[in-house]
T-cell receptor, first 111, second 113 residues
Framework: TQLLEQSPQFLSIQEGENLTVYCNSS?????LQWYRQEPGEGPVLLVT?????EVKKLKRLTFQFGDARKDSSLHITAAQPGDTGLYLC???????????FGKGTHLIIQP | DSGVTQTPKHLITATGQRVTLRCSPR?????VYWYQQSLDQGLQFLIQ???????AKGNILERFSAQQFPDLHSELNLSSLELGDSALYFC????????????FGPGTRLTVL
């Protein structure tokens, strides 16, 4: 059973469109992180959200943590080809444990 | 560049063999984590070391073991390899405090034939 479910699994859209990807769980996490991974490379941390209801913006990317700290979303405005990649959410249960990852959303932005 | 280094980049071996993957964390980071990434399972946490001591275990098989040395580099040992062990293996490190943000190395791609 996957503790973190990400949707959609695959998304291919045109440059300039907006999109939202979701990360859902039945478990509560003390914080949640979003990573982006490109082929042949390791994941790169984008953001950490900690407080229920928190919203963080990173240029055209908006991250939200659910009020109950069980889910999160990533919204990209005016997507660009450089946004192409695998977007992973990862939950932190507490302390310095290993991260629990979702399976990711494969995003392709076509020029 | 995350500051985390991993060697080798690629490894091809046969079933039943044993391999060792190496990781050097970012300067100053005491925690090292090992993850396995496969197409069907995604990224799975294997094990964590903190300043030379095992701190947490995830979905690590008994055929796998790890250690962290006094200079803080870590090695992941995989033995009696099976075809299903073919995957990307990532090392990550984190510093003290914060929210367990981790910095990943470039990974080792293991192929078991």
């Amino acid at each position: 059973t996957q503790l973190l479910e990400q949707s959609p699994q695959f998304l291919s859209i045109q440059e300039g469109e907006n999109l939202t990807v979701y990360c859902n769980s039945s478990s509560v996490f003390s914080s949640l992180q979003w990573y982006r991974q490109e082929p042949g490379e390791g994941p790169v941390l984008l953001v950490t959200v900690v407080t229920g209801g928190e919203v963080k913006k990173l240029k055209r990317l908006t991250f939200q943590f659910g009020d109950a700290r069980k889910d999160s979303s990533l919204h990209i405005t005016a997507a660009q080809p450089g946004d192409t990649g695998l977007y992973l959410c990862a939950g932190v249960r507490g302390g310095a444990d290993g991260l629990t990852f979702g399976k990711g959303t494969h995003l392709i932005i076509q020029p | 560049d995350s500051g985390v280094t991993q060697t080798p980049k690629h490894l091809i071996t046969a079933t039943g063999q044993r391999v060792t993957l190496r990781c050097s964390p970012r300067s100053g980071d005491l925690s090292v984590y090992w993850y396995q990434q496969s197409l069907d399972q995604g990224l799975q946490f294997l094990i964590q070391y903190y300043n030379g001591e095992e701190r947490a275990k995830g979905n690590i098989l008994e055929r796998f073991s790890a250690q962290q040395f006094p200079d803080l580099h870590s090695e992941l040992n995989l033995s009696s390899l099976e075809l299903g062990d073919s995957a990307l293996y990532f090392c990550a490190s984190s510093g003290w405090g914060g929210y367990n943000e981790q910095f990943f190395g470039p990974g080792t791609r293991l192929t078991v034939l």
